[in-house]
């Protein structure tokens, strides 16, 4: 008797065991059917090797029949010399012991339904075959090939018993068929001992009531009985010989085994079964038919489960990146980049109906090409879903049942890297030259970059735009910014009236950083407050194409550029802004190709974005920043002094104190005149035409009126009430815009 280390831990020594006797082994499903028998589920893939996906991809089989689902360990003995004492009755244990004097010593499990498991060893049954329902004194069979234990079971000893053949035939009604080989090396005969018992191929069931048909006549003619008796046998249906043997009359049971043991198997095959059987025409072929039909629903069956495990497989691929916002009835596709497809639900199934898969006619039980889509969208218990969607960047703070918008930052997910101080300074002194060498616009800045990686969960409320001629590094730094961002948390757009606050703003749900490049007066025209509130407030309106609009949490940073030689300048700005900080750049590195070469490589430098990124996580006060005043730059004040007060001063000087106008002007002569005096003053600040009229019509002046001829537009002007309007007698510097809300 040889001892095993094993401990009380089912795992454990069930691993021990196959790495005892260098055994194959895999995970499988099963459950038990309305006919008692199990029902076995082994994956394709023999490299699945986890519980968990086991259940993950069968259990839902179990549970349409509202069965209870197992997982097993599923190990083949068949090369070992392994054998199962399989009891497939409930018995008392302490019965059994009595009846099998080694089954007290050796290693046991409770069956998977009832009874008992024994584990012993013998190697002569190396190779062999199992036999069924051959045990003397209980119902079982000797299992030679495989061992399924489901996993929650407990292992009783912790030994595995070495038997004898002798020991084998004393709770065995089967003998061992003796052959004769030729000992090549020795020129010996020697005895080998094998089962030679057939395998049955196909429905016992069928087969014990085909038996049972056999008119009486041949159970009580010895002559057609062993025949019949000696075929039974064959298969090793001891059960099913005595029960047709039992129909005769003269049926002793002790003769009966006497003849049953001294049976040789003969040239008779099933065959004969059914040509004795087919005496009684009427009930035999009820019999064909019934299991004709029963074989016919069976392989239908088959063929539902194989199409619906096919379904399954093609469904959870498919869960992986698709799914349902149940609150919005929309549908969403998840990109590799992270980027989101929306789709109504009739443009979803309209975009998946070319996925089909094997399915079956369940009346014909005919194979047939089935639309994936629609059975998918059809109640689907195994669908994908949220309840709802929104972006949070402190996912503690996501409910369990939302989808997530939000997504690491790439410089994140950096984690090999060498600190590259050399090309920080670079980058930190290309921004202060960005920033036209104003330090305190400067530190406003690194605080805006600190906030928006330190604080991605509060808005930052700040428009930053740098105003420079192309050619002086603004752009690579919004590319470095979007490196270490991710391309997908990064929109440029340069017709943001169409594509952040217009009507095809899908792009904005997954975005973070939007850059509003080379700004136009034109993209804000009429849309200054709808700026401001996409700058400032925490929710903000999607326009997916073709869909309902989708409200979410917005934490978007907004920043710009724009070209100094554009005259129109896009926003407004006055005094106590608290919105815009308008910077004009420095053009000192204008045409410098090596110093742009440098910086090529260190905005594509893993090694400088998470060098970068650190310094900003380790800026102090940043928690601070929305609470810090905006800083005025130069380029700031000269623009709120040209753009608040040029209008006003005009009117006062050339038109109120120079007798040389009339009453009446054409909108582009008076235009024409103001440009001129701008030349004469020595005020470079551009202003066009259209400006120029939107500040005359917002200082809502009665004596200086637009009106509409056929010959075109005119202003009208009544000097008289004009200089009681603006109070001449009294010095004043009121400006056209004295309120960012006009």
């Known amino acids: 008797m040889e001892k095993k280390n094993l401990d009380n831990n089912m795992t454990a020594q069930i691993f021990d065991l196959i790495k005892k006797y260098n055994l194959k082994w895999e995970y499988i499903g099963w459950y038990k059917l309305d006919s008692g028998k199990k029902k076995i589920l082994r994956p394709k893939d023999s490299k699945i090797q986890n519980k968990e996906e086991i259940i993950k991809k069968f259990k839902w089989l179990a549970d349409k029949e509202n069965k209870e689902f197992n997982v097993a360990y599923f190990i083949d003995i068949h090369n070992s010399p392994l054998v199962n004492i399989d009891i497939d009755e409930d018995v008392d244990i302490d019965i059994i012991h009595k009846k099998f004097e080694f089954s007290?010593?050796?290693?046991?499990?409770?069956?998977?339904?009832?009874?008992?498991h024994f584990i012993v060893e013998n190697e002569d049954f190396i190779n062999c075959k199992s036999s069924t329902d051959c045990l003397k004194h209980f119902q079982g069979d000797i299992i030679c090939n495989t061992l399924m234990e489901t996993d929650s079971k407990q292992i009783f000893n912790n030994e595995i018993v070495k038997v004898s053949q002798e020991d084998i035939f004393k709770i065995a009604k089967f003998k061992f068929e003796k052959s004769k080989i030729k000992n090549e090396n020795e020129n010996e005969i020697n005895e080998i001992k094998s089962f030679t018992y057939a395998k049955y191929e196909n429905n016992v069931e069928e087969l014990e009531e085909i038996v049972m048909n056999i008119p009486v006549k041949y159970a009580d003619n010895w002559t057609e009985w062993i025949k019949i008796i000696s075929i039974l046998k064959k298969y090793?249906?001891?059960?099913?010989?005595?029960?047709?043997?039992?129909?005769?009359?003269?049926?002793i049971e002790e003769r009966?085994?006497?003849?049953?043991?001294?049976?040789?198997?003969?040239?008779?095959?099933?065959?004969?079964?059914?040509?004795?059987?087919?005496?009684?025409?009427t009930s035999y072929d009820k019999i064909i038919n019934k299991y004709k039909k029963l074989k016919m629903d069976q392989d239908k069956q088959n063929k539902i489960e194989n199409a619906e495990l096919e379904y399954s497989k093609i469904e959870e691929e498919f869960n992986n990146n698709h799914f349902k916002i149940v609150n919005k009835n929309l549908f969403i596709k998840e990109e590799k980049n992270d980027k989101l497809i929306t789709f109504t639900p009739k443009n979803f199934k309209d975009a998946y109906l070319h996925l089909t898969y094997e399915g079956v006619n369940k009346k014909t039980g005919e194979v047939i090409n089935q639309a994936f889509i629609e059975k998918y969208m059809k109640a689907n218990p195994n669908m994908r879903k949220y309840t709802d969607m929104d972006t949070y960047p402190d996912t503690s703070k996501c409910p369990v049942d939302n989808y997530n918008l939000w997504r690491k930052f790439d410089v994140e997910k950096i984690t090999e890297y060498e600190e590259d101080n050399l090309?920080?300074?670079?980058?930190?002194?290309?921004?202060?030259?960005?920033?036209?060498?104003?330090?305190?616009?400067?530190?406003?800045?690194?605080?805006?970059?600190?906030?928006?990686?330190?604080?991605?969960?509060?808005?930052?409320?700040?428009?930053v735009l740098f105003i420079s001629k192309q050619g002086t590094g603004k752009g690579l730094l919004f590319e470095l910014l979007g490196n270490m961002l991710g391309n997908d948390k990064v929109f440029e757009t340069p017709t943001p009236e169409r594509d952040v606050w217009g009507s095809h703003n899908s792009r904005m749900m997954n975005s973070y950083l939007v850059n509003l490049e080379e700004l136009k007066f034109l993209a804000t025209?009429?849309?200054?407050?709808?700026?401001?509130?996409?700058i400032t407030q925490p929710k903000m309106l999607i326009n997916p194409k073709g869909k309902d609009q989708i409200e979410i949490t917005s934490y978007h940073r907004f920043i710009g550029s724009m070209n100094p030689e554009d005259s129109d300048i896009p926003l407004k700005t006055v005094e106590g802004d608290r919105r815009n900080l308008l910077i004009r750049c420095s053009d000192e590195t204008k045409g410098d190709v090596e110093y742009f070469n440098e910086f090529i490589k260190l905005v594509n430098s893993k090694n400088l974005q998470k060098t970068f990124y650190n310094y900003l996580m380790k800026r102090p006060d940043a928690d601070l920043f929305r609470s810090k005043k905006i800083p005025i730059t130069e380029y700031q004040s000269d623009i709120k002094e040209a753009f608040e007060c040029v209008v006003l001063k005009f009117i006062k000087d050339n038109i109120l104190?120079?007798?040389?106008?009339?009453?009446?002007?054409?909108?582009?002569?008076?235009?024409?005149i103001f440009c001129e005096y701008k030349t004469e003053q020595g005020i470079s600040f551009d202003l066009s035409h259209t400006s120029f009229s939107l500040k005359i019509k917002n200082?809502?002046?009665?004596?200086?009126?637009?009106?509409r001829k056929k010959t075109g537009i005119y202003y009208e002007i009544d000097i008289d009430i004009l200089k009681d309007e603006l109070n001449l007698t009294t010095e004043t510097e009121e400006c056209i815009f004295d309120s960012d809300s006009d």
Do not use: R
Request: proline share 1%.
């Open 657 to 672: 104190e120079n007798t040389l106008f009339t009453k009446l002007y054409k909108s582009s002569e008076l235009y024409k």
């Open 525 to 534: 025209k009429g849309s200054e407050g709808i700026f401001k509130n996409y």
């Open 236 to 251: 090793n249906f001891y059960d099913l010989s005595k029960s047709f043997s039992k129909k005769s009359k003269q049926f």
């Open 104 to 116: 007290k010593n050796t290693m046991y499990l409770k069956g998977n339904t009832k009874g008992y």
């Open 423 to 463: 090309g920080l300074k670079f980058i930190l002194n290309h921004i202060k030259i960005l920033c036209n060498h104003q330090m305190e616009v400067y530190e406003y800045v690194l605080d805006f970059l600190a906030h928006m990686f330190q604080k991605p969960q509060e808005k930052a409320g700040i428009f």
């Open 699 to 707: 200082k809502n002046l009665e004596g200086l009126k637009k009106v």
């Open 256 to 281: 009966y085994n006497n003849d049953y043991n001294s049976a040789s198997f003969t040239e008779y095959d099933i065959g004969t079964i059914h040509f004795y059987s087919k005496e009684n025409k």
